[in-house]
């Protein structure tokens, strides 16, 4: 009969070959660590995106910032993938529903406007 040694596993044991993997070394300890650097890649974006908040008052990017920096927030705090992929999601369903970064602001659109025109009265 084979006995078990402690840090061997019966797949190891039955192949009679030794573990390629340092002891204590797991695949979920590399998903921890891509999971942080996720997350973490979603704070720093979060935060970038407040800061060109700041210089073109440009509300989606304002939503933006507060949406993926929560989520990578959450993500790290609760060690899951799903809050990552609800910030994607998110995001993506407010640019299909008309918040784009890539238009004008609210401060371009009142500077290109003259005070005494009005666009519906165009001839």
Do not use: C
């Not at 998903?31 to 935060?47: M, N, P």
């Not at 994607?88 to 025109?117: C, F, H, M």
Request: charge should be neutral.
């Amino acid at each position: 009969m084979v006995s078990l040694e402690r840090d061997h596993t019966v797949r190891e044991v039955a192949y009679n070959r030794p573990s390629l993997q340092p002891p204590g070394f797991s695949v979920l300890i590399l998903l921890v660590i891509l999971l942080y650097f996720v997350a973490s890649a979603f704070i720093v974006l979060g935060f970038m995106m407040l800061y060109v908040y700041r210089r073109t008052h440009h509300p989606t990017l304002l939503l933006l910032s507060f949406i993926y920096s929560g989520s990578g927030l959450v993500a790290g705090y609760s060690m899951q993938w799903w809050p990552l992929i609800a910030g994607i999601v998110v995001a993506w369903l407010l640019k299909l529903a008309g918040y784009n970064v890539d238009g004008p602001s609210r401060r371009e659109n009142d500077a290109t406007q003259s005070p005494g025109s009005d666009p519906g009265n165009s001839p």
